[in-house]
């Protein structure tokens, strides 16, 4: 039974060992494609927040929490603000960052590679002054000292333009530079009589502001008239009562203007990263506020930066379909599989028609091989025929006939293959005749007597 079923109609080893370079250079150039056509997204990020206790440094720590959940290292980058943030993000020390809008153009942006994940939040400007100063109206900031915080901010800029559509120089005041901590502690001393904050109300500093007592928070009445004059503002509610209901904080409404905080990236940041960070901000800044209704933010509105195709995406159709059901490595995995599938697509089909040919040539060669030893053999009897003794030849010749059909009854070769054995034991069996045949004539010869 072993033997017969060493003769079956197709040999898995003899395709196996046929197909395996094939495979193995299909595989490893699919290897090479998944990492040099797409590569894997990198494990760190790095995300250029804001000053201490500041909303930047507050919601960066969020972001660090969520994406570590994915096994993405966030580093926080402590700075200014969006001026110094952009330059970071232009000179690639930053992937990520925090940017308010007014700080770029859409031209500039795109010219240098800049691309939006998004706006997060308002950050409305927040203008506190000491309650014993009677400012109403901002042309009655001229001759104050009024702290706007470092040039690498983007208050500086922002609030230069307020002024500037009010008729007031920024020469008309004294402009303080200091960072937001020392400036509260400045306020509540007295060396000024005002300071200024672009920033969401989740800064550990506004909050206190607003609940302290002999501050004050100035409220811009003309509002709505800023946001035509300056496009990249809105007009926002401080709702009464939204600080501390029980004891009425703040006592009245209070209008503000709010330019509204960006994530910015790097063009070239992984797209599976961007797609990440989006849900991420989806996740930590979807709920309600006290400017935005729940689902409100994150938008791709309220941006001068084009936003990212992926972040795009998924503000149009949410979460990427693997993504809602699995880890993100996992999903990450199989979205960037039809790399692969275009791989084996361009390989599969030409490599396939290499394949049945050196099958075929590997089975026949193991009946073609014995050919050359048949040749032998004939060849030696040909020169017998000539010169030497060709009884002593035509015996050796029968045995080596004779090893050679042993050896070649024990070919293991697939039915459908059985002709070309068939077809060497008859060729070996002609040549054993050529022998007989000499040998015979050779004895016919030795019987004649000699004259």
């Given amino acids: 039974m072993s033997r017969i079923l060493k003769f079956t109609r197709f ?79 232009l ?22 590679g800049l691309t939006s994940l998004g706006s997060l939040f308002t950050e409305p400007v927040w203008l ?34 307020v002024l500037a559509v009010n008729g007031v120089e920024p020469n008309e005041l004294t402009i303080g530079a200091l960072e937001n901590t020392p ?71 209070y209008h503000l203007i709010a330019p509204t905080a960006t994530l910015v990236a790097r063009r070239d940041l992984h797209p599976a990263l961007v797609e990440l960070l989006v849900q991420a901000a989806a996740d930590i800044h979807g709920g309600a506020g006290w400017f935005a209704k729940s689902r409100e933010f994150p938008t791709p509105q309220y941006t001068e930066i084009p936003v990212a195709r992926e972040a795009a995406k998924f503000y149009k159709d949410g979460p ?11 999903a990450n995995f199989f979205d960037r599989m039809w790399v692969i599938v275009v791989a084996l697509g361009a390989l599969i089909l030409p490599l396939s028609r290499v394949i049945p040919p050196l099958y075929v040539w590997r089975i026949r060669s193991r009946v073609f091989r014995w050919y ?14 000539h010169h030497g003794d060709p009884a002593t030849v035509c015996k050796e010749l029968l045995h080596r006939l004779d090893q050679l059909e042993d050896r070649v009854n024990q070919i293991s070769i697939p039915l ?19 022998v007989l045949a000499m040998t015979a004539h050779h004895s016919h010869n030795e019987a004649q007597p000699r004259v």
């Fill in 416 to 434: 459908s293959f059985a002709d070309t054995l068939y077809g060497l034991r008859s060729h070996i069996n002609l040549v054993r005749q050529r």
């Fill in 128 to 161: 506190f002054m000491r309650e014993s100063t009677k400012v109403t109206q901002l042309t009655q900031l001229r001759g104050l000292k009024i702290n706007l915080g470092p040039e690498g901010t983007g208050v500086p800029k922002l609030f230069r333009q």
């Fill in 91 to 112: 000179t690639g020390k930053a992937d990520v960052a925090f940017v308010q809008s007014g700080s770029t153009d859409e031209a500039s942006a795109e010219r240098r």
């Fill in 320 to 330: 990427p379909f693997l993504q809602r059901y699995m880890s993100f490595w996992l």
């Fill in 183 to 253: 400036a509260v502690m400045a306020l509540l001393d007295g060396s000024i009589d005002g300071l200024v904050f672009s920033s969401a109300p989740e800064s550990p500093l506004i909050q206190m502001l607003l609940q302290t007592p002999g501050i004050k928070l100035f409220d811009f009445t003309q509002a709505e008239a800023y946001t035509r004059r300056l496009p990249f503002l809105t007009h926002v509610v401080l709702p009464r009562g939204i600080v501390d209901l029980g004891r009425d904080l703040p006592a009245q409404d």
């Fill in 11 to 89: 040999s898995v080893r003899d395709l196996i060992a046929t197909a395996a370079p094939t495979v193995a250079l299909i595989a490893a150039l699919c290897v090479v494609a998944y990492l040099l056509v797409d590569p894997s997204p990198p494990r760190h990020v790095a995300l250029a927040t804001g000053q201490f206790n500041s909303a930047y440094e507050e919601f960066g720590k969020k972001y660090q929490a969520q994406l570590a959940k994915d096994g993405i290292k966030v580093t926080l980058q402590p700075s200014l603000g969006s001026a110094e943030n952009l330059q970071r993000l």
């Fill in 372 to 385: 050359g030893q048949l040749r032998v053999v004939e060849q030696q009897l040909d020169d017998a025929q």
